[in-house]
């Protein structure tokens, strides 16, 4: 089947530096990719959706200037957290399918921690 | 806006029989249902686009009543591998964007 790889799987920083986190298709394009933050026990919440050659759309109450996302390519986007703080260290995970519609297939997730 | 699951929580033991409920405000086009491992990412198991689907194997299936907005996914015969929680993912009204319920916790023993 299909299969999106996200690295890394885990990353500690230190409070002030940045963090980019990478997902990518594998296997099909994605014009469209969707990036999660988890908090443990919680549900998949979904921060920005992903729009290859164009601006990513953020959902209500996430700070587009803290997290930059760009999607260069069909098969690769990027999460960058910038000035990382403790509040920030969660479970991101990253999702894309091969067309508008469908299953949706997700990375492994990237653990940060923000010391 | 996320869609409702109920229960919260199940704790079965091996052999039995759990359903899990998703509701949506909203008219529906599509649900999705994905279990997640403690520190995996999810694993999708169905999607169902119609309403009155129902879909699956035997063991895991689920429906979808499209008046009512709700999807059901059934677990019969649980197995320790069934062990998880499952979210239940909605689209709707031409937004292509699945919205995830807060999951339920499945937790199933020996």
């Known amino acids: 089947g299909a299969v999106v790889s996200q690295h890394p799987s885990r990353v500690i920083c230190k409070s002030g530096t940045s963090v980019k986190i990478e997902c990518r298709s594998l296997?099909?394009?994605?014009?469209?990719m969707f990036w999660y933050r988890q908090f443990p026990k919680q549900s998949l919440m979904l921060m920005a959706t992903s729009n290859e050659g164009s601006k990513a759309t953020y959902e209500q109450g996430v700070e587009k200037d803290k997290f930059l996302i760009n999607h260069a390519s069909l098969t690769l986007s990027t999460l960058t957290v910038t000035s990382a703080h403790p509040e920030d260290s969660s479970f991101y995970i990253c999702s894309a399918r091969p067309g508008l519609t469908g299953e949706l297939f997700f990375g492994e997730g990237s653990r940060l921690t923000v010391l | 806006q996320q869609p409702v699951q109920s229960p919260q929580a199940v704790i079965l033991r091996e052999g039995e029989d759990a359903v899990i409920n998703c509701s949506s405000s909203k008219a529906l086009y599509s649900v999705h249902w994905y279990r997640q491992k403690h520190g995996e990412a999810p694993v999708f198991l169905m999607i169902l686009l119609k309403g009155g689907e129902q879909k699956g194997h035997e063991k895991i299936s689920a429906s979808f009543n499209e008046k009512k907005q709700q999807s059901s996914l059934y677990l019969t015969a649980s197995q320790l591998s069934y062990s998880g929680t499952y979210f239940c993912?909605?689209?709707?009204?031409?937004?292509?964007?699945?919205?995830f319920g807060r999951g339920t916790s499945l937790i199933v023993h020996p």
């Open positions: 296997d099909f394009q994605a014009t469209t």
């Open positions: 993912g909605t689209e709707s009204g031409g937004s292509y964007i699945p919205t």
